[in-house]
């Protein structure tokens, strides 16, 4: 059932994914080299497009991509929460 769930719609699983999952068809890049782009710096959908190759073709997969971003995003922002209520 995870499977199937997964091979639609990747940016919307909770968890790391135990293989890489393709968003971006034209330029091979996976949600791992998204979640990468983003863990060594890149902070918006467009450096994370230049940085990967995502998104530079067709453009079917910014949704995607944008939707990553925005997933690293909201945990970023859970993890500032809970280091400010800690301290
Ligand atoms: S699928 Fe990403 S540019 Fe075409």
Redesign the pocket.
């Known amino acids: 059932m995870q499977d199937q769930m997964r091979l639609g719609l990747p940016h919307l699983t909770t968890s790391a994914p135990e293989s890489p999952v393709i968003?971006?068809?034209?330029?091979v890049?996976s949600d791992r080299d998204v979640h990468t782009a983003v863990a060594q710096g890149a902070r918006t959908v467009g450096a994370v497009c230049r940085s990967t190759g995502?998104?530079?073709?067709?453009?079917?997969?910014?949704f995607t991509?944008k939707a990553l971003v925005c997933q690293h995003q909201a945990q970023d922002r859970e993890l500032l929460e809970v280091d400010g209520a800690a301290s």
């Open positions: 968003v971006c068809h034209c330029a890049v995502a998104a530079q073709d067709c453009g079917s997969c910014i991509v």
